[in-house]
């Protein structure tokens, strides 16, 4: 067996927290970049899971190798759970999160505090070459913040409120983000599957 794992995105900001979280397994962990993959993978399903398997099980078929796939997203329970599965394609593919954060704060301008609960969940799928699939998923809970905060996250971190720190997941250093954030956990819990 090869020991390569393919993570099935291009983003670097999230490629850079999977290799903290995986380093330990003894794989060389490579992005769509770096195989130099970029076709278009239509996700369609109706939850975290079912996204992160239609991406994992395309490349595993393709490449013949393990593909680890995520898709994670955030909630807002005062926005009726969105903007959810639909979290990097909300207000359009290509809206910039400094907008979509914009948005989401000005959507909550009348909320008081204890209706601004949100969690980021993300779910975790690995497809194998023999056709073994397993997911895992992870959620942290929080509330959205009243502007953007914190220079080191991505995506909607900015605007995501961690109580127990009191700052946004933007604002916690990478490796305490890793060990608290819905990615790291799905990972983590991925990790122990993969690895028994």
């Known amino acids: ?53 239609i991406k994992a099980r395309t490349i595993a078929n393709e490449r013949n190798e393990i593909v680890l796939a995520d898709d994670s997203g955030l909630e807002v329970d005062y926005m009726d759970k969105q903007p959810g599965i639909y ?3 909300f207000l359009g593919e290509d809206t910039s999160y400094r907008i979509k954060n914009q948005y989401i704060i000005d959507q909550l301008k009348d ?6 609960t949100a969690r980021f969940v993300c779910a975790i799928a690995c497809a194998f070459p023999d056709g073994k699939t397993l997911t895992t ?3 942290i809970e929080g509330y959205i913040g009243y502007e ?10 900015p605007i995501f409120m961690v109580p127990e720190f009191n ?26 599957l993969i690895s028994a």
Do not use: P, W
């Open 148 to 157: 953007e905060r914190g220079e080191n996250g991505f995506g909607y971190d």
């Open 1 to 53: 067996m090869s020991k390569r794992i393919i993570f099935a995105t291009g983003n670097e900001g999230k490629m850079k927290e999977v290799r903290m979280i995986l380093a330990d397994l003894g794989y060389e962990i490579l992005s769509l970049k770096d195989i130099g993959y970029d076709k278009e993978i239509i996700e369609d399903g109706k939850t975290f899971e079912e996204n992160a398997l």
């Open 137 to 139: 998923r992870g959620t």
């Open 167 to 192: 700052c946004t997941t933007s604002e916690l250093d990478l490796e305490q983000k890793n060990k608290i954030s819905h990615r790291g956990k799905a990972l983590e819990a991925m990790k122990k």
């Open 111 to 116: 909320a008081k505090l204890e209706e601004r």
């Open 87 to 89: 979290s990097a394609r």
